[in-house]
């Protein structure tokens, strides 16, 4: 192949053949430099909105022509770089570099790739308290935008110029408010970008009520009911009951609403008597997540005091007490209740015996007992949470195991002497004996002989 040959301009033919020769030199030379670019392919991305630059570096001698294209529409473009501003869609763009030599071609695809809206919120979620000040700021960096601003019930801006627009209130006085910050780009189009804007209230008060109004009794089951007035937004609030200082529960709700609500959370107790004058407390917190206030807003209830009723219960249990003849003895009956309770004793008077009444307690009083105060005593306590029984069996004993000691003690002692008085006198006869032997006999033999 010979490209001298085919390229050579027809003009050239017309020159002197001196000319010629020296134009043939060049052209040899040129002979062996090319278009060293070959045609090639490029894929390019870029954001929605941003400008590009694609250059198309063919080397070659002498110079090559360039021709752009884009999407088949010719650029009007003949150097070795086309400036794409604000990328918009999908393009395809083709440089071609033409030279006597031959063209290569290049293509560009360039990817438009989507952008959201090119605002920025100082604060996109924001947690304010009804009444409260707020301001959001809107700014942005991209270069298109032509104007901007907000748009709201309250505080909305007119059509500024960029980079920074400011929705200012200085009392929050709605529940929902959606301000919306909007630009207007250059090529006519507009977005708009709102923050999330929850404003909250703590409740206007809080309080514990016992929902069968009166005094609980010990054993049965009781719903103590707290009710919060006016709070929002109810999803974030969280109550918890408090018995004296102890938690003992907490609940949360599961309805939606952005404005204030009355709400109620219920605590089921079985009061125990040990319950009676501790206080129940509920409080309402707004856990109002990362962007809330650093301590969470909450309201308390005034204290409840529990008043619990609750039967007697006796000090000491039922038994049976063993006396003798003849003592005194006391019988005391006391129990422990809400309210105080009514004791009563049963049991079969006599004349030695009598109840007398001292604080709390019912005592019987029985001096010199006789068998006729045997018997069972019985103790009834009673208030109106219920009544109990106590049983006692007094139990008299005779004093007679000491008398009978004392007959046998005595038999014992007549007896000895009985037998002492035998012993005598059998041996005072055989006393007389050797005392009339000793005046017959001469007295140291016979006290040998003895
Ligand atoms: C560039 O290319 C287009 C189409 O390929 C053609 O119509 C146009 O004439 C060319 N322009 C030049 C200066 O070569
Ligand atoms: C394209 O833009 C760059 C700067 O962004 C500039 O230097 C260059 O001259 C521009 N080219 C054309 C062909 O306008
Ligand atoms: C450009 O093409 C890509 C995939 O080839 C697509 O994901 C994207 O949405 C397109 N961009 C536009 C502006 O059509
Ligand atoms: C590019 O070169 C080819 C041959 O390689 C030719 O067919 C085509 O017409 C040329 N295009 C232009 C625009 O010169
Ligand atoms: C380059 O592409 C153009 C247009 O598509 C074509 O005419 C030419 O033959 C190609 N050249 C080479 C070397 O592939
Ligand atoms: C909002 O922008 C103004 C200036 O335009 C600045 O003084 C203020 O501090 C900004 N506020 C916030 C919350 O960034
Ligand atoms: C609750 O109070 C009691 C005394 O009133 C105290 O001993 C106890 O430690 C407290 N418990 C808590 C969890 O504060
Ligand atoms: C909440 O309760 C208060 C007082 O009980 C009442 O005035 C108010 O109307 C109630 N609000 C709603 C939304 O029910
Ligand atoms: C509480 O409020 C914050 C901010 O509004 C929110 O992100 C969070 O999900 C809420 N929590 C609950 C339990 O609703
Ligand atoms: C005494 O016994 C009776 C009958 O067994 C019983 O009902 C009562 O609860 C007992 N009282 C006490 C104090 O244990
Ligand atoms: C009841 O008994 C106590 C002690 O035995 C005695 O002091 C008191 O006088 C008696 N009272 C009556 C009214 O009998």
Same mark, same amino acid.
């Given at each position: 192949m010979t490209p001298y040959l085919l390229h050579s301009p027809p003009s050239s033919c017309m020159l002197p053949v001196t000319m010629l020769g020296f134009l043939m030199l060049i052209f040899s030379l040129c002979d062996? $430099? =090319? $278009?060293?670019?070959?045609n090639s392919t490029h894929v390019m991305s870029s954001s929605e909105g941003t400008n590009i630059m694609l250059t198309c570096e063919a080397v070659g001698n002498p110079h090559p022509v360039y021709n752009w294209t884009c999407d088949g529409e010719n650029m009007l473009e003949n150097t070795n770089s086309l400036n794409i501003t604000l990328v918009k869609h999908n393009t395809t763009c083709t440089c071609t570099a033409t030279s006597y030599l031959g063209n290569i071609t290049k293509t560009f695809h360039v990817h438009a790739e989507p952008r959201g809206c090119p605002l920025t919120l100082t604060a996109s979620e924001i947690v304010v308290k009804f009444g409260d000040p707020i301001s959001i700021n809107c700014s942005t960096s991209?270069?298109?935008?032509e104007g901007m601003g907000w748009e709201a019930p309250f505080g909305g801006t007119g059509f =500024?110029? #960029? #980079?920074v627009v400011t929705w200012r209130v200085d009392?929050? =006085? =709605?529940?929902t408010p959606s301000p919306s910050c909007y630009a207007t780009l250059v090529d006519g189009s507009q977005c708009t970008v709102s923050p999330l804007i929850t404003v909250y209230k703590t409740p206007d008060f809080v309080s514990v009520s016992d929902m069968d109004h009166g005094p609980m009794v010990e054993g049965r089951e009781y719903d103590l009911k707290c009710d919060v007035i006016s709070v929002a937004p109810v999803q974030n609030l969280t109550v918890t009951w408090y018995r004296g200082n102890e938690t003992v529960q907490t609940e949360t709700f599961n309805h939606f609403n952005m404005t204030p609500v009355n709400t109620s959370s219920t605590l089921r107790i079985s009061p125990k008597r040990d319950y009676s004058g501790l206080t129940f407390r509920c409080e309402a917190e707004l856990?109002? *997540? #990362?962007? *809330? #206030?650093?301590?969470l807003p909450n309201i308390c209830s005034p204290p409840y005091t529990a008043v619990v009723l609750y039967a007697p219960e006796f000090k000491e249990g039922n038994e049976s007490k063993e006396v003798l003849q003849g003592e005194d003895v006391t019988l005391s009956c006391s129990a422990d209740s809400n309210p105080p309770s009514n004791i009563r004793w049963i049991y079969t008077a006599a004349v030695n015996s009598n109840v007398t009444t001292e604080g709390q307690q019912k005592i019987i009083s029985i001096t010199g007992v006789t068998s006729a105060n045997a018997g069972i005593y019985i103790c009834v306590a009673e208030n109106e949470a219920g009544r109990n029984t106590r049983f006692i069996s007094l139990v008299i004993k005779d004093k007679v195991p000491l008398l009978v000691i004392g007959v046998l003690l005595a038999v014992f002692a007549i007896g000895l002497i009985v037998l002492l008085v035998f012993i005598y006198y059998r041996n005072r006869h055989f006393f007389l004996d050797t005392v009339s032997h000793a005046t017959d006999v001469p007295l140291t033999p016979a006290s040998s002989n003895a």
């Open positions: 062996a $430099l =090319e $278009l060293k670019t070959k991209a270069t298109d935008v =500024e110029r #960029p #980079p009392q929050v =006085e =709605e529940w856990h109002l *997540g #990362p962007k *809330g #206030p650093q301590f």
